[in-house]
C-alpha cells in the first residue's frame, strides 16, 4: 500500500514552505500531507502594524491567535491528521526544526499511527528539555544576536513570540540569512523569509515530552542530517541521533546525510524528495 508523507513545519513556519518538496514527491509517485499547526497557515495573525509602514510600537501589543497554543494542543491536533492519513495506509512522519517536538509528543501518544518517523535537522529530545540543549556545548557556536534583535514586544506579556521579519535592517537580514540559507542566493533567502508568520508559541515542553522508549522508542526512525545547518548545528542534530540510539539500541536511526542549510533543502528539494522515497522503500512489505 502506498504511504503518505504527513510534513510537519518548524517555528514561525507553516504548510507553504513544503509545496516544492510535496511537488517533488509527487513526481516519484508518493503523496504527502503537510500541516499547519494550530495558529498557523491561515489560521495565522498578521496585524496590520506589521504591514508597511510599520508600527512597531503597536506591533508590540497587537494580539495574536497563537497565544495560549501548547505543545500538547500542536500534538493533539497532529494525530487527528495521522488518524485521517492512516486510513490510506502506511504513515511516515517528516519533521523539520522545532516540527520534531510536536513529532516526539504524537509518537509518544499514538506510536501506532506511525509506521516510520523521519527528523530533518529537528529536535528530537531524550536527555534534556530542548530549552536546556541551547545551553550545551554543541549550540555554542549558534549566533542569536542578531535573529533576537529582531524580536518584538515581551513574550510574557504577548503570551507569544513574535518576530518582525518584514524588517529591512541589513545587519538583522544578514544574521537571518546566516542562520537559514547561507548556501541560498538573497532571493531565494527573501521568498523564504516571507513565507515565515510573525507569531510562534511559547510551549517548548516538559520531561514528559522527550522521547518515550516504550512508545516513540518502537517506531521505525530515520535521522536526516543537513550538514550546514547553523540553526540545529550538525554537532547537535548528531547528539540526538546518538541519545536515541542510546535510548532503543535497539532500534537505532537510519541516518541520511543531505548538504544542506537549515532551508535549502526546501528551496531545492529534489535530493530531499529521492531521500524519503528511500525511506518509503524501507517500509516492511504488507504495511
Not at 20 to 37: C, F, I, M, W
Not at 91 to 105: E, F, K, N, P
Not at 106 to 125: E, F
Not at 216 to 222: A, H, S, V
Request: proline share 8%; aromatic share 8%; with cysteine.
Amino acid at each position: 500500500m502506498q504511504p503518505t508523507f504527513v510534513l510537519v513545519h518548524g517555528a514561525f513556519a507553516n504548510s507553504f514552505s513544503f509545496a516544492p518538496l510535496q511537488a517533488e514527491l509527487g513526481l516519484l509517485g508518493h503523496r504527502s500531507v503537510a500541516v499547519d499547526l494550530p495558529g498557523h497557515g491561515f489560521a495565522a495573525t498578521y496585524p496590520r502594524s506589521y504591514q508597511a509602514p510599520q508600527d512597531l510600537e503597536a506591533l508590540a501589543t497587537a494580539p495574536g491567535a497563537i497565544k495560549g497554543v501548547t505543545l500538547a494542543d500542536n500534538a493533539t491536533h497532529l494525530i487527528g491528521i495521522l488518524e485521517r492519513a492512516k486510513r490510506n495506509g502506511p504513515v511516515i512522519l517528516v519533521s523539520h526544526s522545532r516540527g520534531g517536538m510536536t513529532a516526539t509528543v504524537a509518537a509518544n501518544r499514538r506510536p501506532d499511527l506511525i509506521d516510520r518517523i523521519v527528523y530533518v535537522s529537528a529536535w528530537c529530545p531524550v536527555d534534556l528539555d530542548v530549552s536546556a540543549y541551547y545551553a550545551e556545548p554543541e549550540m555554542a557556536a549558534v549566533d542569536a544576536t542578531g535573529p533576537a534583535s529582531a524580536m518584538v514586544g515581551n513574550p510574557a506579556e504577548l503570551g507569544l513570540l513574535r518576530s518582525n521579519f518584514r524588517t529591512a535592517d541589513p545587519g538583522v537580514l544578514a544574521a537571518f540569512k546566516a542562520a537559514f540559507l547561507a548556501d541560498g542566493t538573497d532571493d531565494e533567502f527573501m521568498v523564504f523569509l516571507n513565507t515565515f508568520q510573525p507569531d510562534e508559541n511559547l510551549d517548548a515542553g516538559t520531561p514528559d515530552d522527550r522521547a518515550q522508549a516504550d512508545t516513540w522508542g518502537r517506531i521505525p526512525r530515520t535521522y536526516v542530517r543537513l550538514t550546514d545547518d547553523t540553526s540545529v548545528p550538525l554537532a547537535m542534530q548528531d547528539r540526538m541521533i546518538r541519545e536515541g540510539d542510546a535510548l532503543t539500541p535497539e532500534n537505532p536511526y537510519d541516518v541520511r546525510t543531505l548538504t544542506s542549510s537549515h532551508l535549502k533543502w526546501l528551496v531545492d528539494p529534489a535530493p530531499a524528495a529521492r531521500v524519503l522515497a528511500d525511506t518509503a522503500a524501507l517500509l516492511p512489505s504488507g504495511s
